[in-house]
Each structure stands twice: as C-alpha cells, then as structure tokens.
C-alpha cells in the first residue's frame, strides 16, 4: 500500500528564510504526487501538484517542489519566507494504476511557523 | 464553481447514536472519500468510493461504514458512537489522477 511520510511534524523558520518541508512517498512505480495547506480553521488548498510532467513543480504563492524518483522524495520549497505561509502542509500521492488509481495517502503534516 | 458541501459544519452526538455524515459534489466526480484528522496524525483515509455503489477501505475502517448509492452524494456513517470518534471529518472528491477537492470539514463530538 501507497504510505506517505512527512520528516519533521513541526518545522520553524525566520521570515525571509528558505522554507523546505520533506515528504517520501513509497512506491515502487511513480505515483502522482501533491502539497496542500491548511490555514487555521480553514480546509485544504491546492498548492501543487506532480503529474510526470515536470520533475520541478512550481506552485501558488511562490512554492515549487522536486520529484526525486530515485530517493522518492517530494520535497516542498520556498526560497523566501513570508509571515503568511504559517500554515500546516500536507504531502499527498494517488496510486499510479489499478483499481485504487484514484485514492490519496496523505503524510501526517508539518506546521510551519514562521517567526518575525 | 467547484464545490464540495458536508452537511453540518459542527455536530454533537452522544455516545451509542448512529450517526450520518453527508457530503455532496456538484462535479461529476468520480472519486470520493471521507478522512478524519487529528493533530499530528495527518489525515486518515477511512473510505473511499471510485463509482457508485463501489467502496474500499482505507486505513481505519473500523467502526464506519459507507453508502454511495448516486455519484454526487457519498456518506460516512457511524453505525455506534464512540468518544474516539471525536475528530475532524473531511470529505474530498476528485477526477482519477486530479487533485482533490475538500468539504469544509465536519467536527463531530461524542459525549
């Protein structure tokens, strides 16, 4: 089965330093792979997402991520950090075939917190 | 617009009651799955559906069941209530291979 693991379940930085959250996923075959945030009381936003495409993914509000096959990493960057990003980040991978195509495996998330 | 609607944005039950969690996708989606989250457990896959009528498990099935019985509506079900149901209930859908849209969230207390 699809597992997703997130190093670090509380990561902190000072503004305008580099943010980097991990996400592995295990899978033999390349699943597809997604980064969302959730701000306080809010639900889940889209930052970006992987689709073979592109190794390097870039997102919304100044993210992008690198898919790294050969050490099945996912990992989320920021070269700047805003007092805005304090959020909690979820990796997610969908299945890369069979009847479990569409399911996603979420990470345990990381809370970024970013200090003035 | 896409939109993902869960019934009740909070929600009390007690102990032993059965309790429904509805959730409705205005998409055409194929896929649709219920997760719970808890703090520093990430979101847990309970159910999913990829069709009508169509489920699989997820990670922690236990104590819910499922009904899809048409594409748009997918429901979460605790058949008896437990205080360790207490969490957030999320309900999300999705196009094989797309991302996933979430509901709002349902947060659910059992006394």
């Known amino acids: 089965a699809q597992s997703v693991t997130q190093l670090g379940s509380h990561v902190s930085v000072s503004e305008g330093a580099l943010v980097l959250l991990r996400c592995n996923y295990s899978s033999s075959v390349p699943p597809y792979l997604f980064w969302y945030v959730q701000y306080p009381n809010q639900g889940l936003q889209l930052l970006l997402k992987?689709?073979?495409?592109?190794?390097l993914v870039k997102g919304i509000n100044g993210f992008e991520a690198e898919f790294k096959k050969s050490e099945t990493s996912f990992h989320l960057t920021k070269p700047s950090a805003h007092m805005s990003d304090a959020a909690e980040y979820f990796c997610?991978?969908?299945?890369?075939?069979?009847?479990?195509?569409?399911?996603?495996?979420f990470g345990q998330g990381t809370i970024l917190t970013v200090h003035p | 617009d896409v939109k993902v609607t869960q019934s009740s944005r909070y929600l009390v039950k007690r102990t032993g009651e059965k309790v429904f969690l509805e959730c409705v996708q205005d998409?055409?989606?194929?896929?649709m799955f219920w997760y719970r989250q808890d703090p520093g457990l990430g979101l847990r896959l309970i159910y999913f559906?990829?069709?009508?009528?169509?489920?699989e498990k997820g990670d922690i099935p236990e104590g819910y069941s499922v009904s899809r019985e048409k594409k748009e509506r997918f429901s979460l079900i605790l058949e008896s209530a437990s205080t360790n149901q207490t969490s957030m209930y999320l309900c999300?859908?999705?196009?094989?291979?797309?991302?996933?849209?979430f509901g709002a969230g349902t947060r659910l207390s059992v006394l």
């Open positions: 999300a859908s999705s196009y094989t291979g797309r991302r996933a849209y």
């Open positions: 559906s990829y069709d009508v009528k169509m489920k």
């Open positions: 997610a991978a969908g299945n890369a075939g069979g009847t479990s195509y569409g399911k996603l495996t």
């Open positions: 992987y689709t073979s495409a592109a190794t």
């Open positions: 998409m055409d989606h194929e896929n």
